[in-house]
């Protein structure tokens, strides 16, 4: 292998051969790399079109900044290459002329989840893995559910019994082993990693493992790359576990690093629920960890994460791009959901109404300004949320 794994909090490296999980002192592992940065000319060829049949798309043409060798296939369904759109109505609508939306929606398994799992299930096969095991608050269970369908390799999720269950049916539908339980994600993740040491399926939980992070990166190599190769002023970004926010950090670090971008990086401001927001008191307050959210509640259930694993890692993103943290209220989240869906055709999630709802505070209170390009994520699409019971009578 030419990398390693390095731990996120005292940078002592670690062997990343077999089903490396986190750091002996508790927390996540990062992927370093020990190959040549890559170069221009590979830059251009990534921008070459790709009219073959057989032409590699999605994320995983990105393989010089990704834990994969030339002779491995990866596990994979097309991920990737998710549009970067124009929204000049609701880019009105909130006041930032300049906006774009990243819409993870159109991701194989219905969001950006299926980035990391894809990489996860990935490295993990390769790795020796004969089962996998992992909680979800709905996304990342269907998304593994699916990747572990492909690999061949049976997967068990434990989901709160409050998760969407549009979200549930497609768990079920990829063979997922769902086992519903009372109580928010982190009582699901200790009923999964008690499975895991009963049973010795590998632990799919977000920042347990050591690769769902390098998936998420390519969503801001994506970036780079539908921007010409350069960059937004600012990100806003759904923040759960916070994979996403802190793979982004580091794909901009390694771009800077081989030469690809140059200049400032992005803000980066993560938005919460208000009614679980962690992050954002603890970035208020000036910590570097975060306490656990008490009886955690929002529509969406992406959100709906007490007490992440990730925080050090998200909060030091957040203070070293310059950027912030915003709470926003389910109804506003929903509204904008809402609007933004019948503005612009985009299936917009819960967590991606937060995104816009987290935009138009950030405008309003003047961190934000009509001269910069910002970039807000729909993390997935909206009609895994939607009850069919709650439509409208006669549709």
Same mark, same amino acid.
């Given at each position: 292998?030419?990398?390693?794994?390095? +731990?996120?909090?005292?940078?002592r490296?670690?062997?990343?051969?077999?089903?490396?999980?986190? +750091?002996?002192?508790?927390?996540?592992? #990062?992927?370093?790399?020990?190959?040549? @940065?890559?170069?221009?000319?590979?830059?251009?060829?990534?921008?070459?079109?790709?009219?073959?049949?057989?032409?590699?798309?999605?994320?995983?043409? %990105?393989r010089?900044?990704?834990?994969?060798?030339n002779?491995?296939?990866?596990i =994979?369904?097309?991920?990737?290459? $998710?549009?970067?759109?124009?929204?000049?109505?609701?880019?009105?609508?909130?006041?930032l002329?300049?906006?774009?939306?990243?819409?993870?929606?159109?991701?194989?398994t219905?969001?950006?989840?299926?980035?990391?799992l894809? =990489?996860?299930? $990935?490295?993990?096969?390769?790795?020796?893995?004969?089962?996998?095991t /992992?909680?979800?608050?709905?996304?990342?269970?269907? !998304?593994?559910? &699916?990747?572990?369908?492909?690999?061949?390799?049976?997967?068990?999720?434990?989901?709160p019994?409050?998760?969407?269950?549009p979200?549930?049916?497609?768990?079920?539908?990829?063979?997922g082993d769902?086992?519903?339980?009372?109580?928010?994600?982190g009582d699901?993740?200790?009923?999964?990693?008690a499975?895991?040491?009963?049973?010795?399926?590998?632990?799919?939980?977000?920042?347990?493992?050591?690769?769902?992070?390098?998936?998420?990166? $390519?969503?801001g190599?994506?970036?780079a790359?539908?921007?010409?190769?350069? #960059?937004p002023?600012?990100?806003?970004?759904?923040?759960?576990?916070?994979?996403?926010?802190?793979g982004? %950090?580091?794909?901009f670090?390694? /771009?800077?690093?081989?030469?690809?971008?140059?200049g400032?990086?992005p803000?980066?401001y993560?938005?919460?629920?208000?009614?679980?927001?962690?992050?954002?008191?603890?970035?208020?307050s000036?910590?570097?960890? +975060?306490?656990?959210? &008490?009886?955690?509640?929002?529509?969406?259930?992406? /959100?709906?994460?007490p007490?992440?694993?990730?925080?050090?890692?998200?909060?030091r993103?957040?203070?070293?791009?310059?950027?912030?943290?915003?709470?926003?209220?389910?109804?506003?989240?929903?509204l904008?959901?809402?609007? !933004?869906?019948? /503005?612009?055709g985009?299936?917009?999630?819960?967590?991606?109404g937060?995104?816009? =709802?987290?935009?138009?505070?950030?405008?309003?209170?003047?961190?934000? $300004?009509?001269?910069? @390009?910002?970039?807000?994520?729909?993390?997935?699409?909206?009609?895994l949320?939607?009850n069919?019971a709650e439509?409208?009578?006669?549709?």
């Open positions: 292998m030419d990398w390693y794994l390095e +731990c996120s909090l005292d940078g490296r670690v062997d990343p051969a077999g089903l490396p999980t986190v +750091c002996e002192c508790g927390q996540p592992l #990062l992927v370093r790399y020990e190959r040549e @940065r890559p170069s221009l000319a590979i830059r251009s060829s990534l921008l070459a079109p790709r009219s073959s049949l057989f032409a590699i798309r999605g994320m995983w043409r %990105w010089p900044f990704l834990p994969i060798a002779s491995e296939q990866p =994979a369904l097309g991920e990737g290459d $998710t549009p970067l759109l124009e929204v000049p109505r609701l880019a009105a609508r909130i006041g002329p300049r906006a774009l939306v990243k819409d993870e929606g159109v991701n194989p219905g969001s950006f989840k299926a980035r990391g894809s =990489a996860a299930v $990935t490295r993990a096969v390769f790795g020796g893995a004969k089962a996998f /992992l909680p979800t608050a709905g996304n990342a269970g269907v !998304a593994a559910s &699916a990747y572990g369908a492909r690999a061949g390799v049976p997967v068990r999720v434990y989901a019994k409050t998760t969407p269950a979200i549930l049916a497609q768990i079920v539908a990829y063979g769902l086992v519903l339980l009372d109580g928010h994600i699901c993740g200790k009923a999964s990693r499975y895991a040491a009963e049973s010795g399926a590998f632990d799919l939980s977000t920042l347990r493992e050591p690769y769902r992070i390098e998936g998420k990166k $390519t969503l190599l994506e970036i790359e539908q921007l010409g190769w350069s #960059l002023d600012a990100i806003i970004y759904p923040t759960g576990g916070g994979t996403g926010l802190i982004m %950090w580091k794909a670090h390694e /771009l800077r690093d081989a030469g690809w971008v140059s400032n990086l803000r980066m993560t938005v919460q629920a208000a009614g679980c927001a962690p992050v954002v008191k603890s970035f208020e000036g910590a570097d960890r +975060c306490e656990a959210w &008490a009886e955690p509640w929002t529509i969406a259930s992406g /959100l709906r994460v007490g992440p694993l990730g925080d050090r890692l998200m909060l993103a957040l203070r070293e791009s310059g950027g912030g943290a915003v709470a926003v209220t389910d109804a506003a989240l929903a904008e959901a809402r609007e !933004a869906s019948r /503005l612009e985009i299936d917009f999630s819960p967590e991606g937060a995104a816009v =709802a987290a935009a138009k505070t950030l405008q309003q209170q003047g961190v934000l $300004t009509a001269k910069e @390009r910002v970039v807000l994520f729909n993390t997935g699409a909206g009609w949320y939607r069919p439509l409208p009578p006669g549709t």
